[in-house]
C-alpha cells in the first residue's frame, strides 16, 4: 500500500485498524512517513504509543519488527549473532570429511547460513511489500551505550558486520521509538526524530477508542467506565490507569454482564485497571462509591 496522500487519510488508516488519533497525532505521523523521519513518542504506560507501530503496519500492509528495549540491551543482541553451535557443527563435518581449505571454510561460516538477524539487521533487509516498521520499544530501559549505538544506525540506516561489511537498508524502514520517560533519552537522538509526547486522552475521544476496541459495550456502559477511569486519572495515584486499562476494563464487565457500574462490580474488578495494591487499597469502602457518584454526576446534562 503507498503511504497516505494527507492527514486525514493517515487519521482514516488508523481509524479503520481500530486506531482513533487525534490530529496533532495524525500531523506528526503523516510528517514522518512522508520525511522519512524516525518517530520519537513519549507518554506515560498505556497511551497507546506502541499500538501507533501495529496500527501503521496493518494499515500499510508492513511487516512489523520490535525491538523491545530492556536494561543492558547491547549491539550483539539488537543487530546481529552467529550461530556459533551451527558453526561448529559445520568444522567437525568437515574435519570428518578429511578437511578443507581454511580460508573457504572459513568463508562459508561466516557466511548468511550462519548469521542470525536480530531486529535491527532485520529491518534493514529488502522487502517487497516495501520498508518495514520498526518498533523500538521503552527505549528509557536502555543504556547509554546502546543509545549512542542507536544514535549511528538511524542516522545512516546501515550497520557494519566485520566479517561481511556494512549492510545498508535499500530503503529506510519507517521507526518509532517508543519511551515511558523512566529517564531522559539524550537529546541527539530526539533531534534525529520527529517528537510527539501522546498524553492520556479527553473524555469523547476515549469513547471512540472504547467503542472501536470494545463495540459490544453499549453507550451508557462505556460512558460511565471511561467517565469513572477519567475522574480516577484526578486522583493521587501510584500509577494511573491508561486507555489500554480502560478496554481491558469494559472487556472484563462485559464478560461478567455488567450493565451498568456500582461499588459492587468495581471493587471486584479493581484489579483490571490498578496494577498496584497500594492503589487498590486507595479505592476500598466508600472511595469508589464517591467517585462513581462524581463520574456519574458529570455525565448528567448541565
Known amino acids: 500500500m503507498t503511504l497516505p496522500p494527507s492527514i486525514d ?9 481500530g486506531y482513533v488519533c487525534d490530529r496533532a497525532l495524525g500531523t506528526v505521523v503523516f ?16 497511551v497507546g504509543k506502541t499500538e501507533i507501530a501495529k496500527a501503521l503496519s496493518a494499515g500499510l500492509g508492513r511487516r512489523l519488527i520490535r525491538l523491545q528495549c530492556y536494561e543492558g540491551l547491547d549491539a550483539s ?25 581454511r580460508k573457504v571454510l572459513q568463508a562459508e561460516l561466516f557466511s548468511d547460513e550462519f548469521l542470525i538477524k536480530r531486529p535491527l539487521l532485520e529491518a534493514m533487509q529488502p522487502d517487497e511489500n516495501g520498508a518495514p516498521v520498526l518498533l523500538i520499544d521503552e527505549l528509557d ?10 544514535l549511528e544506525a538511524l542516522s545512516d540506516f546501515q550497520v557494519t558486520i566485520p566479517e561481511l561489511g556494512t549492510i545498508k537498508a535499500p530503503a529506510p524502514p519507517i521507526v518509532i521509538v517508543t519511551s515511558n520517560r523512566t529517564r531522559e533519552v539524550h537529546d541527539a537522538l530526539k533531534r ?6 501522546v498524553d492520556y486522552p479527553g473524555f469523547d475521544r476515549e469513547m ?5 476496541r470494545a463495540p459490544e459495550a453499549s453507550e451508557s456502559l462505556s460512558r460511565e467506565v471511561v467517565a469513572f477511569v477519567q475522574r480516577l486519572r484526578t486522583e493521587d495515584l501510584f500509577k494511573k490507569p491508561g486507555v489500554a486499562e480502560t478496554i481491558d476494563w469494559a472487556k472484563c464487565l ?13 471493587a471486584d ?34
Not at 81 to 101: C, Y
Not at 208 to 212: E, G, S
Open 141 to 150: 530501559r536502555t543504556d547509554e551505550p546502546f543509545e549512542a549505538f542507536l
Open 31 to 46: 510528517l514522518s512517513l512522508k520525511l522519512g523521519r524516525p518517530l520519537f513518542l513519549e507518554g506515560e504506560a498505556g
Open 9 to 17: 487519510a493517515v487519521q482514516a488508516m488508523l481509524a479503520e485498524q
Open 269 to 302: 474488578t479493581l484489579g483490571a485497571i490498578l496494577k498496584y495494591q497500594d492503589d487498590i487499597q486507595k479505592l476500598q469502602g466508600s472511595e469508589a462509591k464517591r467517585i462513581l457518584d462524581e463520574a456519574k454526576a458529570s455525565l448528567e446534562p448541565a
Open 77 to 101: 543482541s539488537a543487530v546481529y549473532e552467529w550461530n556459533f553451535p551451527a558453526q561448529m557443527v559445520a568444522i567437525r563435518t568437515a574435519e570428518a570429511a578429511g578437511g578443507s581449505d
Open 192 to 197: 534525529r526524530c520527529l517528537y510527539h509526547w
Open 254 to 266: 462485559l464478560a461478567l454482564d455488567a450493565i451498568t457500574l456500582s461499588p459492587e462490580v468495581i
Open 208 to 212: 471512540d477508542i472504547l467503542q472501536a
